[in-house]
C-alpha cells in the first residue's frame, strides 16, 4: 500500500430536499436534533471534518444544490467510522424520521469518494461527485456504501493537492 492510500479519508455528501421550510414547525423536531447530532459527530471516534457555514454551528442555511436543499458534507477517517455514526449513534433517530422532513430522492442523495488526508472538499467537487454518481453509477471516483472502494481502487481518483485543514 502506498503512502497516499495510507493517508486517505472519506468524504461524504448527502442532499435532502426539505418538505417546509426550517422555520416552520413541522420541521421544528429536526432542527431540535441538530445541536445535539452535530455534537455527536464531532466527538465521533475518526470524524475529521464536517462543513458550517461561517459563524454558524451548522451548514443548513447553505443551498448550493437548491432554495430547498440542505447538505451534509463530511470527512471520516474510515467506512466504519461514517457507518457507525451512521447507523449506530443518536443519528439513527434522525434517519428513522426522515420523512417527516425530507422528500423521498429519486435519484442518488448519498455520495462517497476517497481524499488525501488533510484535503477538505468544497461544497461544488462535493456536487460534481454526486452528479458523477448520478450520470454513471458507482465507480471508485463516487460511490455509497452499498457499492463502496477502498482507498487503493480510487487512489487514481484522489485530489493532488491536499487542502490543509484550518486550526481551532
Same mark, same amino acid.
Request: aromatic share 4%; charged share 15%; proline share 14%.
Given at each position: 500500500m502506498t503512502a497516499s492510500v495510507r493517508a486517505a479519508h472519506l468524504?461524504? *455528501?448527502?442532499? #435532502?430536499?426539505? *418538505?417546509?421550510?426550517? /422555520? /416552520? !414547525?413541522?420541521? #421544528? !423536531?429536526?432542527?431540535e436534533m441538530l445541536g445535539p447530532v452535530n455534537a455527536a459527530a464531532d466527538g465521533a471516534p475518526g470524524f475529521v471534518w464536517r462543513l458550517v457555514e461561517d459563524g454558524a454551528a451548522d451548514a443548513t442555511a447553505l443551498r448550493p444544490a437548491g432554495d430547498d436543499v440542505i447538505v451534509n458534507l463530511t470527512v471520516w477517517e474510515t467506512p466504519a467510522a461514517l457507518w457507525d455514526f451512521t447507523y449506530r449513534s443518536g443519528h439513527l433517530e434522525a434517519m428513522r424520521r426522515r420523512r417527516e422532513w425530507f422528500a423521498r430522492h429519486v435519484e442518488a442523495h448519498l455520495v462517497l469518494w476517497w481524499v488525501p488526508a488533510g484535503h477538505l472538499p468544497t461544497v461544488g467537487e462535493a456536487l460534481e461527485r454526486l452528479a458523477d454518481l448520478r450520470a454513471n453509477g458507482p465507480s471508485p471516483r463516487a460511490f455509497t456504501f452499498a457499492s463502496s472502494y477502498t482507498a487503493a481502487e480510487a487512489a487514481q481518483h484522489l485530489p493532488t493537492e491536499p487542502q490543509a485543514q484550518p486550526t481551532p
Open positions: 468524504a461524504q *455528501l448527502n442532499v #435532502a430536499t426539505l *418538505l417546509h421550510p426550517l /422555520d /416552520d !414547525p413541522r420541521t #421544528a !423536531p429536526f432542527v
